[in-house]
């Protein structure tokens, strides 16, 4: 398996567009988890999946963020408008069990609003 | 309250010492789980250990969990110019589903 795919690995883009963020999780794990990090904040959760179904969004910043998961190989966070303070790492994660086997993270994609 | 303290929040030593980092959390936990990160790149799971479990190894690594005092220690033996990167803990609690909640990291870096 290639592991867990993020797409762009960069993205730099002007303040007021949309961005799409792409992840493609490991085949047959039931969790998808959206981190954030920066040096401030750390890593945040934005928001995680089951089995495709958003279960807790509570980390997403505003409504200017939303996230889908279409099917269980592909996940998007879309932030629309896009502000200055959105800059930061976006992490995609994704998990087989509930248990606890550990996360298996993409390369992130580093996001950069100017 | 913030899950997942780190300490120290850095570290340098010399190639062949021993690490040691420390995690505090707040509240009960099903587990807790050690990640690494290298620079510029994602989060590797390291170890993970149940709040039934008190000691586990993995390689150079070990992992402590002391449940009374809601902490736990990553040592790493012997250490390598290549180990050198951010350590991250990160806790499962009982009441938070399968979601992990991760502290601030410990720098470690590793001197040749």
């Given at each position: 398996d290639a592991g867990v795919i993020q797409s762009p690995r960069h993205e730099v883009t002007e303040m007021g567009q949309e961005v799409t963020l792409r992840c493609k999780p490991i085949s047959g794990?039931?969790?998808l988890f959206w981190y954030r990090q920066t040096m401030m904040r750390g890593l945040e959760l934005l928001i995680y999946f089951n089995n495709n179904v958003p279960i807790d969004d509570s980390?997403?910043?505003e409504d200017r963020f939303s996230a889908k998961m279409p099917n269980a190989s592909f996940s998007t966070l879309k932030i629309q408008p896009s502000e200055p303070r959105d800059s930061a790492v976006y992490f995609c994660a994704s998990s087989a069990d509930r248990v606890g086997y550990g996360y298996t993270f993409g390369s992130g994609t580093r996001l950069t609003v100017v | 309250s913030q899950q997942g303290e780190e300490d120290p929040q850095a570290l340098s030593i010399q190639e062949g010492e021993n690490a040691t980092m420390n995690c505090s959390y707040k509240t009960s936990i099903n587990n807790l789980q050690w990640y690494r990160q290298n620079s510029g790149r994602g989060l590797v799971h390291l170890i993970l250990i149940r709040s039934n479990e008190r000691e586990k190894h993995s390689g150079r690594l070990r992992?402590?969990?002391?449940?009374s005092k809601k902490s736990s220690s990553l040592l790493i033996t012997a250490s390598r110019a290549a180990d050198t990167a951010s350590y991250f803990c990160a806790t499962e609690r009982e009441t938070s589903g399968s979601r992990l909640t991760f502290g601030e990291g410990t720098q470690l870096t590793v001197n040749p």
């Open positions: 794990h039931d969790y980390g997403m910043p | 992992v402590t969990l002391d449940t």
